[in-house]
């Protein structure tokens, strides 16, 4: 198994550019999670997915932030306009319903200047 | 508000000797204990977890200890190896049903083990 799939690594982009962070989770895995990594705030839930069902968006910072699971095997999470503190890792994780623990990706590294 | 807190931003032990990470969590429904374990330029692992019913689970040189009634949990690791260094976030869950549990993650401990 490949494992949760972020692409892409890293991505540098300018003020009021549309940012798109794509995630593959884990075949068979029907809970996926967007986190964001910052110093302050550790490991933040954005939101989560459950049966590609939004479940709980209270993470989402603003507007401008939006995310989508059009099919179990793929999720995107987009930020129009970005903003330079927006920059930060973003972690996508799956798992299974209920199950006791997340796989996560490796991460997206985006910088925003 | 951060329900699950890691005081220690950042922890230096010597090769051998015995690291003890720290956590504390605010929702008493809290009743599944995770660590993870993440190395720079990856993606958080899985290290241990506890349940509520139990007060400590050990996994080779790995114990997670437990007290609920403090709301507080520790990750000791004897001996500690310079492959250890790492950051270490702690996270709870509360189990909502059938859509799905979320885990809340601490600000993470950055462990650094000087051989």
């Known amino acids: 198994d490949a494992g949760v799939i972020q692409s892409p690594r890293h991505e540098v982009t300018e003020m009021g550019q549309e940012v798109t962070l794509r995630c593959k989770p884990i075949?068979?895995?029907?809970?996926l999670f967007w986190y964001r990594q910052t110093m302050m705030r550790g490991l933040e839930l954005l939101i989560y997915f459950n049966n590609n069902v939004p479940i709980d968006d209270s993470g989402m910072p603003e507007d401008r932030f939006s995310a989508k699971m059009p099919n179990a095997s793929f999720s995107t999470l987009k930020i129009q306009p970005s903003e330079p503190r927006d920059s930060a890792v973003y972690f996508c994780?799956?798992?299974?319903?209920?199950?006791?623990?997340?796989?996560f990706g490796s991460g997206t590294r985006l910088t925003v200047v | 508000d951060q329900q699950v807190k890691q005081n220690s931003p950042s922890l230096s032990v010597q090769e051998g000797r015995i690291s003890i990470l720290n956590c504390d969590y605010t929702n008493s429904m809290f009743d599944y204990f995770l660590w993870y374990k993440k190395y720079p330029a990856e993606g958080p692992t899985f290290l241990i977890s506890i349940s509520s019913i139990k007060d400590k689970n050990e996994d080779g040189r790995f114990t997670v200890f437990l007290n609920k009634s403090a709301k507080h949990l520790s990750l000791h690791i004897v001996p500690s190896q310079p492959g250890d260094s790492a950051v270490y976030f702690c996270?709870?869950?509360?189990?909502?049903?059938?859509?799905?549990?979320?885990?809340?993650f601490g600000t993470g401990t950055s462990l650094t083990v000087i051989p």
């Open positions: 075949s068979g895995h029907n809970s």
């Open positions: 996270a709870a869950s509360a189990q909502v049903g059938a859509t799905g549990n979320q885990f809340y």
């Open positions: 994780a799956s798992s299974i319903t209920g199950g006791y623990g997340y796989t």
